[in-house]
Structure formats: structure tokens, C-alpha cells
């Protein structure tokens, strides 16, 4: 699929994805020049202590685990708006499905790029539109009555998804998810806030069943 | 100027960047439409693509600004507008913010901030997440040339390579979703709300699946996805109320 289309993405993402993390940092850099304000070292220093080790770790591990199933374009847009497992994959995983393409062909990439870059310009609209109707939006959107719907949306998302694609891949999908059970179920130390980190373990696991499958024939 | 964590700089200055973040998503979405045009795809599948993509981001998007009003308390709206349309989460932010914070010997919420601690905070929320940014344009090439030859060596295992990546990361948040199941033997049956809501959700897919073979109605299998997600998210109230 080497295509001049998928040298130039290359070219762009480089040029926006670079250009972007410039962009990033103006933000506390102007702040600091409009107040006159210096950060505070000692926390900055601890805050960065705390909190980068951790998430970088994360970070790497994720690059190199969705970069393949986001296609370039779509990594290059995802990895700048976020939300990637929660809102662009699955967005893109759909729209793959419902196009009847494969991920790793162009039409894939264009599709995929197409799908990511839609949720992202509806989510920044519609966070724009949170932001400038916060005052009366507050009350409705931290209504008790409707925090359990938000609180809610990954086994809403993953209960549609997953019957879509288990049933598809029935296959391979038995081995990992009963792991992924047993190992959730087993260690209290996996919940919300490291289900990340289990993401590219369960798809290393998923990718050794396949091989090994696929090398005894069982996948024809 | 006098700091306030709602001033009106900070929204000006936000609102540039996100607006870089947006014109990335519009340059993106230009090229892969006429790309797609190029090769054959017509306007309507484009189309298609495109609102089907649309329908399917508001609910989580919805979300979202539910993480921006829960950090304005302590960070004002500008930051947690900008830090929530980019990389990062409502978890990630609050872990970062208050790391920041309790280095100055703060916590979120309990203070209004300076100009300085501000900035501290905003600089380390945009420093620990920024890996992936600059990471990605350095492997990707390679990466996915990686993956480009395994397909010219074997198709087939090229193909399934893919799917297992999918399916791996579908069975990791498969997982999460029963993280809490086993209060149950503890006497809490609220471990099994996320189940139930998950359960429906794939009801309504099953559901959506039976139609569409039965009806013939293309339309119903396009939006089945945003309609489970709904669906199962809604759900959540009555189940929240049985089991919580």
C-alpha cells in the first residue's frame, strides 16, 4: 500500500504532529509571559516526578500498539486529539465495518482517517458548544439521575462492539477474553485506571494464540 | 493583568490552540476525502462514512464536557477545555493536576490558584501525556512499512495480525467491564452493573443484526452502534437504581 498518498501522510503527519506539540506548550508559556508568573519549580519538578514516568511508560506502549490498527492518518489525528480507546479506534473499527474494508488496504486508511477526523471535529464542536453553554448545562449534565448513564459508556460501547467483532472472529477471541476475565476478576489491582496497560498485553496474548493457530491451520 | 483561573486571555489562548487541534482534523479529513475520490469511492459511501462517524461521537463526546465542568471547580474552564479537546482524560488530568499541586503543597479544589501555580500545573498536564505526539511521526513510517511487508511475505497472517490486535484490545476492556464482579461475594452487587449494561448493549446489537437480515434494512446495521452504545448508557439508570 506504499503509495505517494501514504509518503505525503507521512510528510503531513510529521509537519502537523511536530508542529502540534510547539503548539501545545504556547499555552503555559504564554500564561507565564502575560502574568509575569515563573512556575513554581519544586512543584513542577515533583508534579513531572510524579506524573511523566508513568504516563510516558504508557505512552510508548500505546504508540506501538494502535498505531497499526489507526492507519497513518488516523494515528497522526488521534494521537493529538485523544481519547483513543474510548471514542477514535471503536469510531473507526465501525466505520471499517460498516465500509466492508480491510484496515491494512488504502481504501482502509481512508476510511479509517475519514472516521477519526469527524469524531474529532464533532467531539472539539461539541466541547465548544459544553464550554459556552456551561452555566445551564451544569445542573442537566450533573443531574444524578443521569450520572450513571455517563459513568457507563465503556460497557455500553464494548457490549455493542464486542458482539460484532467476537462473533466475527469467534476464533481467536476465546483465549484472550477468557485471560482478560480471569486476570480482572483475579487481581484487585486492575480496574479502570489500569485497564491501559492491559490493552497491549492481551493484544501480544491474542497475537501468540493466532500465530500459533494459524501455524497449525485451524484459521483456514 | 490580574490572574483569575477564568480570565479571559485563557480563553482566547485555548481557544487558538484548539483551533489548531481543529484545523489538523479539517486538513486530515480534506485529503483522505479526495484520496478517497481518487480511488474509486464515491460520494455517497463518503458520505456515509463521515455522518455515520458523526452519530457515533456524540454520547462520548457528551462525556467529555461532563470531565470539563467536573474540573473547572478546581482549574477554571480554559484549562480543562483545552487539556480535555487534545490528548488525555478527565483521570489522567486530575492525577496530573493534582501531582502538580500537592508538590506546592495544594490539592485540587482546595484553593484558588496563582498565576504561577497555574502555569505549573498546565505545564505538567501538557509534559506527561506528550509521548505519543512526537513518538508517533518518528516510528510510524517504519511501523507500518513493518506491517506492509508481513502482508507482501503472507497475506492471510497479515490480515488475521490485524484482527487479533483488535480483538486483543476488545477482550482487555471485556475484562474491565467484570473488574468488579467479585463484590458480590462481599455483599455489593453493584460489581455487576457494568455486566448488565454491557449485556443489553450487545442485546440491542444482536437485535439490530436479526433486523437487518430480516428487514433488509441497511440502515439499521449503520447506526446499530450508536444506538447500543445509547441504549446501554440509558440503561444504566434503572440498572444503576436495582443493583447500586
Redesign the interface.
Known amino acids: 500500500m506504499q503509495t505517494s498518498y501514504m509518503e505525503r501522510v507521512h510528510k503531513w503527519g510529521k509537519i502537523w504532529c511536530f508542529s502540534m506539540c510547539a503548539v501545545f506548550f504556547l499555552f503555559p508559556i504564554a500564561v507565564a509571559v502575560i502574568f509575569r508568573a515563573a512556575p513554581d519549580w519544586q512543584g513542577l519538578v515533583q508534579g513531572l516526578i510524579a506524573t511523566a514516568p508513568m504516563y510516558w511508560a504508557v505512552g510508548i506502549i500505546e504508540t506501538f500498539t494502535y498505531l497499526p490498527m489507526l492507519g497513518a492518518g488516523g494515528s497522526y489525528l488521534s494521537f493529538v486529539t485523544g481519547n483513543i480507546s474510548n471514542l477514535k479506534l471503536p469510531c473507526a473499527l465501525n466505520a471499517l465495518e460498516q465500509a466492508g474494508v480491510k484496515a491494512n488496504s488504502e481504501e482502509g486508511e481512508v476510511v479509517s482517517t475519514i472516521a477519526i477526523a469527524v469524531s474529532s471535529i464533532v467531539t472539539t464542536v461539541i466541547i465548544i458548544l459544553g464550554v459556552i453553554l456551561i452555566v445551564p448545562l451544569t445542573p442537566i449534565l450533573n443531574a444524578p439521575v443521569l450520572q450513571p448513564a455517563f459513568e457507563q459508556i465503556i460497557p455500553a460501547l464494548f457490549g455493542g462492539l464486542g458482539v460484532v467483532f467476537v462473533s466475527k472472529y469467534w476464533k481467536i477471541a476465546v483465549a484472550p477474553i477468557v485471560l482478560m476475565l480471569v486476570l480482572f476478576i483475579a487481581i484487585p489491582a486492575l480496574n479502570a485506571g489500569t485497564v491501559g496497560i492491559m490493552v497491549p498485553v492481551s493484544a501480544a496474548f491474542t497475537l501468540g494464540v493466532s500465530r500459533l493457530m494459524y501455524k497449525k491451520g485451524m484459521l483456514d | 493583568?490580574e490572574?483569575s483561573v477564568n480570565s479571559p486571555?485563557?480563553f482566547v489562548?485555548?481557544g487558538?490552540?484548539?483551533a489548531?487541534?481543529?484545523a489538523?482534523?479539517?486538513?486530515?479529513?480534506v485529503?483522505?476525502?479526495r484520496?478517497?475520490k481518487?480511488?474509486g469511492?464515491d460520494k455517497d459511501?463518503?458520505k456515509?462514512?463521515?455522518v455515520?462517524?458523526?452519530v457515533?461521537?456524540?454520547?462520548?463526546?457528551?462525556?467529555?464536557?461532563?470531565g470539563?465542568?467536573a474540573l473547572?471547580k478546581g482549574l477554571g474552564?480554559p484549562l480543562p477545555?483545552?487539556r480535555?479537546?487534545?490528548?488525555?482524560?478527565l483521570?489522567?488530568e486530575t492525577?496530573?493536576a493534582n501531582?502538580?499541586?500537592?508538590?506546592?503543597g495544594l490539592s485540587l479544589g482546595s484553593a484558588a490558584l496563582?498565576?504561577?501555580?497555574?502555569?505549573?500545573?498546565?505545564?505538567?498536564m501538557?509534559?506527561?501525556?506528550?509521548?505519543?505526539?512526537?513518538?508517533?511521526?518518528v516510528?510510524?513510517?517504519k511501523?507500518?512499512?513493518g506491517?506492509?511487508s508481513l502482508?507482501k511475505r503472507d497475506r492471510?497472517?497479515?490480515?488475521?495480525?490485524?484482527?487479533?490486535?483488535?480483538?486483543?484490545?476488545?477482550?482487555?476492556?471485556?475484562?474491565?467491564?467484570?473488574?468488579?464482579?467479585?463484590d458480590v461475594f462481599k455483599g455489593s452487587t453493584a460489581g455487576l452493573?457494568?455486566?448488565c449494561?454491557?449485556?443489553?448493549?450487545?442485546l440491542?446489537?444482536?437485535l439490530a443484526?436479526v433486523a437487518v437480515k430480516k428487514l433488509k434494512y441497511r440502515w439499521i446495521?449503520?447506526y446499530?452502534?450508536p444506538v447500543?452504545?445509547?441504549?446501554?448508557?440509558?440503561?444504566?439508570?434503572p440498572?444503576?437504581?436495582w443493583l447500586?
Open positions: 493583568m490572574f486571555i485563557l489562548l485555548a487558538l490552540v484548539i489548531a487541534v481543529l489538523q482534523s479539517v486538513f486530515f479529513l485529503k483522505a476525502w484520496r478517497g481518487e480511488i469511492m459511501r463518503l456515509h462514512i463521515a455515520t462517524a458523526a457515533f461521537t456524540i454520547a462520548p463526546a457528551i462525556s467529555i464536557v461532563i470539563v465542568i473547572s474552564i477545555w483545552l480535555l479537546s487534545v490528548i488525555g482524560s483521570s489522567y492525577v496530573a501531582n502538580a499541586l500537592s508538590g506546592m496563582t498565576a504561577k501555580q497555574y502555569v505549573t500545573v498546565a505545564i505538567v501538557t509534559v506527561s501525556i506528550l509521548v505519543g505526539i512526537w513518538l508517533v511521526p516510528v510510524a513510517k511501523v507500518l512499512g506491517m506492509e502482508e492471510k497472517w497479515a490480515e488475521i495480525f490485524i484482527n487479533a490486535m483488535f480483538i486483543g484490545m476488545i477482550a482487555a476492556f471485556l475484562g474491565f467491564i467484570f473488574c468488579d464482579v467479585s452493573i457494568p455486566v449494561v454491557m449485556i443489553v448493549s450487545a440491542v446489537m444482536c443484526g446495521s449503520d446499530a452502534l447500543s452504545l445509547v441504549i446501554g448508557m440509558l440503561s444504566a439508570i440498572i444503576t437504581a447500586g
